[in-house]
């Protein structure tokens, strides 16, 4: 479908990854960043879901930051 | 065949063999993070098992698209300091001829993927510290800032031939006892301040009690992989002769220019791992502290490891052993919960690592007559800055999330396991081993 060779030849071939010397590897590149970031999303949604619903200790609401009472 | 085309062959079956010595390189480092994986999760309890190995892999699969986004480019450009040289930084572009399938590059891709194995390193050296406490997001972004920018920094200053600190003070770090691991671990000890002890670790009047790990044979077969892994890593810190990226036709050189061999750091990985080992084994009687002293052991000789005298290597590696440990009780003292003991595994052996290398290796030619010879001022310099560097990011980024309220899972989540963030459970029969 898409036309993405930037080589003719293998004959003295450099770059051949596709799309290479194409603005369109920037639209692949911004794309990888927002599959980068858009997990981390997700990732803190279910987060925040357990937080909340494990809020407190059993024993006791008052947190101590890891000090034993 | 002419001379000529013979001399053409030759430099071809030479470009080939770079590809693939740092192509195998970076397979066997892999081998360090499964390591650290095994590592981390046999040390966490039952209930946090599968949420340790789940950061740890995410640490992983984050470090390498970030690392080609801009962690190389980090490495090419960044060698003046704070100032960017973007001629140089060109081939780390993401975009750039390089920085993908080119067929007149055999080597662009292979000492890109040896570098990110770096990098997943870094992050794995901060997740065993935080285990059991640390939000899965904040880890994950917090490794990328160790390993996709800080370290790699690091890195471009002094793992650099034209790193200002190798042109200005001829520092000296061939296995990255300080660019990796004095960077990581002072990271994680700036994390470690605000993220806090786990649940029960210390008791109200100050002193700490002992966490037991699930599994120490889990733990102890994770260290044997990062054994393993260490052969590919400090393997991949030689540059490979006679190709168009080499310093010499015939010999191996270290990043520095200086000449090497293969057999150099045999001698020494393997001098470094037992010297650690016996000398922790001695210190403590301890299976985890024994094992944990063979990192101690090789992280204190990486620095000079290209130059020292096998003997030399193994007492140096013996008294790292034994550091590790006395300086994970004293952190402990001071109210800092480090699960693994990363902090000094790898900050407190690193500094050894950095300042033995500037006590025992004086007196070296340099590659350039215009590089400063090795020598302990420079050492405690180069020391000081693997300091600063890794503390105060890790410190700032710490604090900025405890700020957000997103660095600590809270104490109810804590007692009922990190493993109900990740959704999943380690041992469906709700085993208890401790």
Redesign the interface.
Known sequence: MFNSSPIDS?EG?????SF?GSGI??FW?WI??I??IVP?YF??R??NH??NQ?????DDSD??????? | MSPEELQAAIAVANEINLEVYYYWCTAVMILIHAGFMMYEMGASRVKHTLAAGTKNILAFAYMIPTFWMFGWWIYLAMTNGFVPDFEAGAAGVPWGENMGPNMQDNASGVFWGAFTLFACTTASIMSGAVIERIRMTAFIILAVILGSVVWILAASWSWHYAGWMVTEWGYHDFGASGLVHMVSGFFALGVLIHLGPRIGKFNADGSANVIRGHSLPMTMVGLMLIVVGFFGFLGGCLIFPGTSVSWYATEWANIYGMPTTLSTICFNTLMGVAGGMIGAYMKTRDPFWMMSGALCGIISVASGMDLYYPGLTFVLAFVGGIVGPISAQLFEKFGIDDAVGAVSVHGTCGILGVLFAGIFLGGYPQFSDSIPTITFGGQFKGMIVMFLLGFVPGFVFGWLFKVLGILRASDGVQEVGMDVEVEAMAYPEDIKTN
């Open positions: 293998w071939a450099g770059v051949i990854y290479a590897t920037d590149f990888a960043v599959c980068c981390l990732a803190l279910t987060e357990h937080e494990h809020k407190f200790r059993s947190s101590t930051h890891g000090v034993e009472r």
